[in-house]
């Protein structure tokens, strides 16, 4: 199976578990079940790395400090674009250098998620218009704001509009992560996974 560049953006503000869980679920990942095949990565469907404006330290929300891997200009092509959420996606609405990232890679990418407020920054560019779409529930109505054309949906834990994907706060990227694994490598994998790191995945909550 072609391997996918998984590229997960961090920024000071950035939510720890928005960006931690999807990388634990898709870096965790293997096609071959069991510990041993965890110990390379030749059976990993993901290459999971993080991507910042710059590779400068960030901070995180809770002070956790994050050295990205690549910068904006730097970042290999991507398959995969994870955009988290946390208090920090407020100044990156008005920050053009993140903006014209998220939409130029959009425009290659297979993918776009959003975890949390996430959404914000895709709705900011015009991704989510006309869409389906959730985010944090304090920040549905910023959302909204947002772009009036996005039709929110205020209970679901993620949604998949194909290209587009969208989750609600913080731990729901992790059922959202969990979701393109089985999409992308079937459910026996997603579950083997989700045993490995000893999640517990919740039936029926995306749309």
Request: hydrophobic fraction near 45%; glycine fraction near 10%.
């Amino acid at each position: 199976m072609e391997r996918w560049n998984t590229g997960i953006m961090v920024f000071d503000g950035v939510e720890v578990l928005d960006f931690t869980g999807p990388f634990e679920v898709f870096s965790r990942t293997r096609t071959v079940p069991g510990l041993v095949s965890r110990r390379s990565e030749e059976h990993a469907p993901f290459c999971v790395f993080t991507i910042g404006k710059t590779t400068e330290q960030v901070t995180a929300v809770g002070g956790l400090k994050v050295i990205p891997e690549f910068s904006f200009e730097t970042a290999p092509p991507l398959d995969l674009l994870v955009v988290p959420g946390g208090v920090g996606t407020r100044a990156l609405l008005n920050d053009s250098a993140t903006l014209d990232f998220i939409r130029e890679r959009e425009a290659s990418a297979k993918i776009v998620a959003s975890v949390c407020t996430g959404a914000l920054l895709l709705a900011k560019v015009g991704l989510l218009r006309g869409k389906r779409a959730t985010t944090h529930w304090a920040a549905l109505d910023e959302l909204a704001l947002l772009d009036p054309e996005i039709r929110l949906d205020r209970e679901a834990r993620f949604i998949d509009e194909g290209h587009l994907i969208t989750s609600a706060g913080v731990a729901a990227g992790i059922d959202m992560a969990f979701h393109l694994v089985e999409s992308r490598c079937g459910r026996e994998v997603a579950d083997e996974t989700a045993n490995y790191i000893e999640y517990r995945r919740l039936p029926g909550t995306g749309r």
